[in-house]
């Protein structure tokens, strides 16, 4: 039984009960959202962790990546990741190793991870190749769709698959005049396959058989974007609205199928388009839930992609994005550290808030009103409290006792003033 399933049949499941206390939303509300696809609850029914839910009315969700690479395969560092990202607040956690032993680093993230685990299955498929020396036009279909299998029985609560790359979109790809052509690690693996062995995407052609998978363990597919832009001059063109198109069709069939369905979205993309691309995707899924990379609305900041995804994330999330996967200062340049991860997450819960006042979420405002009135208190230790990084908060405090200010201004700080004192 999946919780789609369950919503629709009017059932209110456990997991319903605690997002509806955590959303402050009555439950009934709450399951008919997740009856329409507007919400989802990715959770494994093989998994216990504390579940969230992600799409309308719900809080912004934040997403941080984690996971090895070739050059840097260590499980001990990815758990130090892990636990820098759950401390700094983030909601989820992307399993995307591609080195070491993928297996009993999944587990060992799995076994310590208390937020929903998502992972991208056919990384593994094309690191195992890779490690054997095997290029990635030699993944086979039905060992990528074992390795889903597997991965979904261990535990895993949602998993992106670029379902939406297909021979007719490839094509589509390679008369564009793209910049950074296909950026997406998962999207340039599938359309090589395609183009190298002239057969369909098998996420596409064996997307019923997936759908089998998803539903026997709940967990909620991603649906990835593996056109999206990767420039913000590459970004709304046709290879990218056309994967969503066909995303869109597919979302609707996992609907119907009674399996949780969710949209992954751009990207690189200039402001000026970032409300136009969350319509789009709202319109052209049935308003399923909208988890995005980004998105980054200049190119030119490495370093500092953490603010530029955060400018993007706040414009993106008020206009109805529903989940934000962060971006930290090491994008474009190497594997995060723990300090990135950390940075990354409160960056993206930054943009997260922003986007939960203008949604009106409950207690959003209000916290920012209490904000204000402690700061206009002078009461330091309420202001930390209402951080969104309390621990960031009080190591820059500087307190000149003499005039219980700080000492931006000490002798002459405003609020004292303004009081008269
Ligand atoms: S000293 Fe300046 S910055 Fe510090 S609390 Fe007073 S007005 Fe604000």
């Given at each position: ?18 997002v ?12 008919q959202l ?6 989802v ?30 050059d ?38 799995e ?7 998502g ?37 895993v609560?949602y ?9 007719e ?9 793209r ?20 057969k ?12 089998d ?128 991860v ?25 916290r ?12 330091w ?26 000492t ?10 303004d009081?008269?004192?």
């Open positions: 039984m999946t919780q789609l399933k369950a919503a629709k049949e009017g059932k209110i499941t456990p997991e319903m009960k605690k509806a206390l955590d959303e402050q939303i009555d439950v009934k509300e709450l399951r997740i009856a329409d696809g507007k919400v609850i990715p959770k494994n029914i093989n998994r216990t962790f504390d579940v969230r839910a992600i799409g309308k009315k719900m809080k912004t969700k934040v997403n941080a990546n984690i996971g090895t690479s070739g840097c395969p260590f499980l001990d560092i990815e758990l130090e990741k892990l636990d820098a990202a759950i401390k700094a607040g983030a909601d989820s956690v992307m399993d995307l190793s591609t080195g070491g032993d993928l297996n009993a680093i999944r587990r060992a993230i076994e310590k991870c208390t937020v929903m685990l992972t991208v299955p056919i990384y593994a498929v094309a690191a195992e190749l890779a490690m054997r020396d095997m290029t990635t036009d030699h993944i086979s279909e039905e060992v990528l769709l074992r390795n889903i299998e597997n991965q979904c029985r261990e535990g609560d998993i992106t698959v670029h379902c939406g790359i297909t021979k979109s490839v094509a589509r790809m390679d008369n564009a005049d910049t950074c052509g296909i950026v997406s690690r998962g999207g340039s693996i599938l359309a090589n396959w395609i183009r190298k062995n002239g369909e995407n098998p996420l596409f052609e064996y997307y019923d058989d997936l759908l998978i998803a539903f026997k363990y709940d967990v909620t597919l991603s649906l990835g974007d593996g056109f999206r832009p990767g420039a913000i001059t590459d970004a709304t063109d046709r290879p990218q609205i056309s994967e969503l198109m066909i995303l869109g069709e597919l979302a609707k069939r996992a609907y119907e199928r009674d399996v949780q369905v969710m949209i992954e979205g751009p990207g690189h993309v200039p402001l000026s388009q970032i409300v136009t691309n969350m319509q789009l995707q709202k319109r052209l899924c049935n308003d399923a839930p909208f988890y995005i990379l980004g998105p980054i609305p200049t190119d030119i900041a490495p370093g500092y992609d953490h603010i530029t995804s955060a400018i993007g994330g706040a414009i993106a999330g008020a206009a109805g994005a529903d989940f934000l996967c962060y971006v930290t200062p090491a994008e474009h340049l190497c594997l995060p550290d723990a300090k990135d950390h940075e990354g997450v409160i960056a993206t819960r930054i943009a997260g808030h922003i986007a939960d006042i203008e949604k009106g979420i409950p207690g959003a405002w209000e920012n009103v209490e904000m204000a009135t402690a700061r206009k208190e002078l009461n230790e309420r202001q930390f409290e209402l951080s969104i990084d309390p621990d960031t908060a009080r190591s820059k405090f500087r307190h000149n006792k003499e005039f219980d200010s700080c931006m201004c000490g002798k002459l700080c405003a609020v004292k003033i009081e008269g004192r």
